[in-house]
């Protein structure tokens, strides 16, 4: 085997050595009868999920090492491209929970990455209850946003990581998903928040809902004094929607309509969860839960 040969087999290998400890941390044994169940929509970007959904379980891992922390997706599509397409095997809820009974598990916290307590949430919430007998002590963690300090701590979270943007000639966009649940009222009160804060060249939309990238388009349109615009998911993953909905070449993505309203586009791919304050607040939502 020549020198080049040696230098990819053992990438290769490498990279095997890297897919096996992703996989068997979805199935890991327990340390004791203490788990604290992480469960996410998913994703299929693999570079995104490792950095914000794994950079989430790591931070609640090293927060409380007398825990085992394991993973469970909601999306069921999700689930299933990863198994076909990467052989990576993630449990669904009933899956993790039942997984989690068989394995002896009696203290059970259980913390969602979901940005609002929304349909998701509330489906959760609904499933826990089914299970709930087969614990001894059971809690579920709130989501990212519901206090006002949770507004305010990620509202300074992602002007600090955009500040370098902020001349007075960028607008400054967030996009969000969206919902038709109330908690979609949670993207008019960070537009509150970060306006109260003086962040004035900060915007808020969503994809799927209210404020819509029309009502964003026409406020940064009344301002009248910006030339350029960044783009930034106020996502956990920098996923799909991210990078269709938002940086997509396709004529409706967010950035061919500011490209087209004559603005220059600077898209960044980064989602919520690779932010290190952002992790912090997950982790003070599990140990509230853990108080309880």
Same mark, same amino acid.
């Given at each position: 085997?020549? +020198? @080049?040969?040696?230098? !990819?087999?053992?990438? /290769?290998?490498?990279?095997?050595?890297?897919?096996?400890? *992703?996989?068997?941390?979805?199935? +890991?044994?327990?340390?004791?009868?203490?788990?604290?169940?992480?469960?996410?929509?998913?994703?299929?970007?693999?570079?995104? @999920?490792? =950095?914000?959904?794994?950079?989430?379980?790591?931070?609640?891992?090293?927060?409380?090492?007398?825990?085992?922390?394991?993973? #469970?997706?909601?999306?069921?599509? $999700?689930?299933?491209?990863?198994?076909?397409?990467?052989? /990576?095997?993630?449990?669904?809820?009933?899956? #993790?929970?039942? @997984?989690?009974?068989?394995?002896?598990?009696?203290? =059970?916290?259980?913390?969602?990455?979901?940005?609002?307590?929304?349909?998701?949430?509330?489906? =959760?919430?609904?499933?826990?209850?089914?299970?709930?007998?087969?614990?001894?002590?059971?809690?579920?963690?709130?989501? /990212?946003?519901?206090?006002?300090?949770?507004?305010?701590?990620?509202?300074?979270?992602?002007? #600090?990581?955009?500040?370098?943007?902020?001349?007075?000639?960028?607008?400054?966009? %967030?996009?969000?998903?969206?919902?038709?649940?109330?908690?979609?009222? *949670?993207?008019?009160?960070? &537009?509150?928040?970060?306006?109260?804060?003086?962040?004035?060249?900060?915007? !808020?939309?969503?994809?799927?809902?209210?404020?819509?990238?029309?009502?964003?388009?026409? #406020?940064?349109?009344?301002?009248?004094?910006?030339?350029?615009?960044?783009?930034?998911?106020?996502? *956990?993953?920098?996923?799909?929607?991210?990078?269709?909905?938002?940086?997509?070449?396709?004529?409706?993505?967010?950035?061919?309509? %500011?490209?087209?309203?004559?603005?220059? *586009?600077?898209? $960044?791919?980064?989602? =919520?969860?690779?932010?290190?304050?952002? &992790?912090?607040?997950? !982790?003070?939502?599990?140990?509230?839960?853990?108080?309880?």
């Amino acid at each position: 085997m020549n +020198k @080049r040969s040696k230098l !990819v087999a053992l990438a /290769l290998l490498g990279a095997s050595a890297l897919f096996a400890s *992703v996989f068997t941390s979805c199935h +890991k044994a327990p340390k004791n009868d203490k788990e604290i169940l992480v469960v996410s929509f998913g994703t299929s970007y693999n570079n995104s @999920r490792d =950095l914000t959904i794994g950079g989430i379980e790591n931070a609640i891992a090293a927060a409380f090492p007398d825990y085992t922390v394991a993973r #469970a997706f909601t999306a069921d599509t $999700i689930i299933n491209i990863l198994k076909e397409r990467d052989n /990576l095997a993630i449990d669904n809820v009933d899956e #993790a929970l039942t @997984r989690a009974a068989n394995n002896g598990i009696k203290t =059970l916290v259980v913390q969602p990455t979901h940005l609002m307590n929304g349909f998701e949430y509330t489906d =959760l919430q609904k499933t826990l209850a089914k299970y709930e007998s087969k614990f001894s002590k059971v809690a579920l963690a709130q989501p /990212l946003l519901m206090s006002d300090d949770d507004f305010s701590a990620v509202a300074d979270a992602i002007t #600090a990581k955009t500040k370098a943007f902020d001349d007075g000639n960028t607008a400054i966009c %967030f996009m969000g998903h969206g919902t038709e649940a109330e908690s979609n009222g *949670v993207y008019a009160k960070m &537009q509150d928040v970060l306006t109260s804060k003086g962040f004035a060249n900060y915007y !808020v939309g969503t994809v799927e809902a209210t404020p819509s990238v029309e009502d964003v388009l026409a #406020a940064i349109q009344a301002n009248g004094s910006y030339k350029n615009v960044v783009l930034h998911p106020l996502m *956990v993953v920098a996923g799909d929607h991210a990078n269709n909905d938002m940086a997509g070449d396709e004529d409706d993505s967010w950035k061919s309509i %500011f490209e087209k309203a004559g603005y220059s *586009v600077n898209c $960044i791919l980064e989602g =919520l969860g690779q932010d290190a304050t952002i &992790q912090q607040l997950y !982790v003070a939502h599990t140990k509230a839960a853990i108080d309880k």
